[in-house]
Structure formats: C-alpha cells, structure tokens
C-alpha cells in the first residue's frame, strides 16, 4: 500500500532531518505561502476522529469494507506527517465500544484488516522509533490472535523514543472514566485524597498527557465518547473531507489552524496593548 508521499515506510531520512514543507517542533510545520508564528509550536499531542470511510464507499457505490481499506493509506500518511512535524503524541480512533453494534460481517472484516495492518507495518514502526500502545483492547470478543498481535507490538516497540502512536480500539472514554473510579476505590483512596491528578493518575495509560488538538474528519462535530478525560480543552478542527481522502496537506492545515488560536484554558490573554482581552 502507498501513499500521496514518500509515506511512512519510505527512504529514511538522517535523525532530525525534516520531511519537505515541515518543521520541527519548535519551529512548526509549515504550508507552502502561509508563514507559521514560531512563539506557537505544534500541539504536543493531536487526537483524529477517522470519520468518513462507509460515506467514502457509498459514494463510489462500493461495499463499506472498501472504505474501510481505503483508509490505511490515510493513516500512514498521517503517521508520517505527525512524526515529521513534531507531533510527539498521536492518538487515533480506530475501533468504539459503541462500533459492536455494527454489523457481524463488518465487525469480522474490521477485525481481519487491522490485524493485517498491525503485521504489515509493525517492524517499520519499530525501525522509525515509533512506540505503539493501544486505549481499550480489552473485549473479550476481541480475537486472541488480534489481541497478541497488539500485545507483541507493544513489546517490540515499548523502548522506542520517538513519537508514542496509541490506537484507541474498543475504547470509550466514559468506559476509562468508570475504570479509574474503581482503580481509585480498590487502592482504598479517601474521597478527600481524589483530586484531578489524582483521579486521571488511574485512568488507562495515565502517562498519556492532555489532547491538545483534536482533528475529526467528515465535517461531523461529535465527541463521540472519545477520550473524554484527555480532550477537555482540545482544540478542534472538523475538515469536511472523508477519511480515506484525508492526507498530510490536510493534516497541516489542521495544525496551521490549531496554532492561529488563542488557547486561554478558562482565563484572559493580553492584547498588543497589555490590556486583558477576551
């Protein structure tokens, strides 16, 4: 499978070396013509809502597997350009709790394709210095071999220092919520001892920081019980293009997006003057 660009299993470039038309972290990427302010770096951890593929396939008249299909490209693409523009932290939304409830066949098939995928990809993850985790991945009607195939890339790639890649699959962000909360009363903490770090210390991969930005794609502007906790001032972006359309160009104009705002967090920056603006 390729991709628009060199993709994320192309000719590897030397350590630091930036991919065309992309920064580092510090500096941002940048889009041809559109100058990026340095004093705002890229967000540090960039979550995508993959929305698009059955409407993908619909539009082709095609079964919705093949949009499903369709969309690794996508996500290689995107692996690519968040590595290449700093992103440290990458999260994608692959498989909901709520996604058991689509069709047998379908589920059967989602299971099938992402074990390939996994298999396919998992040493040039490994040699880009990616760390893989997965978010949920706990369901029993996971399939075992599906299951170890998360477990052993998450072994292989447990010591990799570069981008950490988590696949939310079988996730549901009010699912981790309820699971801290038990973590929190079977270690005995006092209710007066929970606080917020406190309470997101024992959430699922509580190392993971806070979302900065939050790209979902098909112009649908839902949550969609997506790692609730983690996105509560995210910024969002909802691009109209479909998923399996959705490419690095797109992605960084995302990030040009992300990086024109001001993110207050609840208080009031200060305008060219220094009074407060709001």
Same mark, same amino acid.
């Given at each position: 499978?390729?991709?628009? *660009?060199?993709?994320?299993?192309?000719?590897? #470039? &030397?350590?630091?070396?930036?991919?065309?038309?992309?920064?580092?972290?510090?500096?941002?990427?940048? /889009?041809?013509?559109?100058? =990026?302010?340095?004093?705002?770096?890229?967000?540090?951890?960039?979550?995508?809502?993959?929305?698009?593929?059955?409407?993908?396939?619909?539009?082709?008249? /095609?079964?919705?597997?093949?949009?499903?299909? %369709?969309?690794? %490209?996508?996500?290689? @693409?995107?692996?690519?350009?968040?590595?290449?523009?700093?992103?440290?932290? =990458?999260? =994608?939304?692959?498989?909901?709790?709520?996604?058991?409830?689509?069709?047998?066949?379908?589920?059967?098939?989602?299971?099938?394709?992402?074990?390939?995928?996994?298999?396919?990809?998992?040493?040039?993850?490994?040699?880009?210095?990616?760390?893989?985790?997965?978010? *949920?991945?706990?369901?029993?009607?996971?399939?075992?071999?599906?299951?170890? !195939?998360?477990? @052993?890339?998450? $072994? /292989?790639?447990?010591?990799?220092?570069?981008?950490?890649?988590?696949?939310?699959?079988?996730?549901?962000?009010?699912? @981790?919520?309820? %699971?801290?909360?038990?973590?929190?009363?079977?270690? *005995?903490?006092?209710?007066?001892?929970?606080?917020?770090?406190?309470?997101? &210390?024992? =959430?699922?991969?509580?190392? $993971?920081? !806070?979302?900065?930005?939050?790209?979902?794609?098909? *112009?649908?502007?839902?949550?969609?019980?997506?790692?609730?906790?983690?996105? &509560?001032?995210?910024?969002?972006?909802?691009?109209?293009?479909?998923?399996? !359309?959705? #490419? &690095?160009?797109?992605?960084?104009?995302? +990030?040009?997006?992300?990086?024109?705002?001001?993110?207050?967090?609840?208080? +009031? $920056?200060?305008?060219?003057?220094?009074?407060?603006?709001?």
């Amino acid at each position: 499978m390729t991709s628009g *660009g060199a993709g994320l299993f192309g000719q590897a #470039r &030397a350590k630091g070396e930036p991919a065309d038309g992309v920064g580092t972290r510090e500096e941002g990427a940048t /889009l041809p013509g559109v100058p =990026l302010q340095p004093r705002r770096p890229v967000p540090r951890h960039v979550a995508c809502v993959m929305d698009g593929n059955g409407r993908w396939a619909q539009q082709r008249s /095609l079964p919705r597997t093949s949009g499903h299909s %369709a969309a690794e %490209a996508t996500v290689i @693409d995107v692996i690519e350009v968040a590595r290449s523009a700093g992103v440290e932290w =990458l999260s =994608l939304y692959a498989f909901s709790t709520e996604n058991w409830r689509r069709p047998g066949e379908e589920i059967d098939f989602l299971m099938r394709l992402v074990r390939r995928v996994v298999r396919k990809h998992a040493p040039l993850l490994h040699a880009r210095g990616i760390r893989c985790r997965f978010l *949920g991945a706990e369901d029993p009607r996971i399939p075992g071999p599906l299951a170890q !195939d998360f477990a @052993d890339l998450m $072994t /292989l790639t447990e010591a990799n220092r570069g981008m950490t890649l988590t696949v939310a699959f079988d996730h549901g962000g009010r699912q @981790d919520i309820v %699971a801290a909360a038990r973590s929190l009363i079977r270690a *005995g903490v006092s209710a007066d001892a929970v606080d917020q770090a406190c309470f997101a &210390a024992h =959430l699922p991969v509580p190392d $993971t920081p !806070d979302v900065d930005l939050v790209i979902r794609t098909s *112009g649908e502007q839902r949550i969609s019980n997506f790692m609730l906790w983690q996105v &509560a001032y995210a910024e969002w972006v909802f691009p109209p293009v479909l998923w399996p !359309d959705f #490419r &690095a160009p797109h992605f960084l104009e995302c +990030l040009h997006d992300y990086r024109s705002r001001d993110r207050r967090f609840g208080g +009031l $920056t200060s305008s060219a003057n220094g009074e407060p603006r709001r």
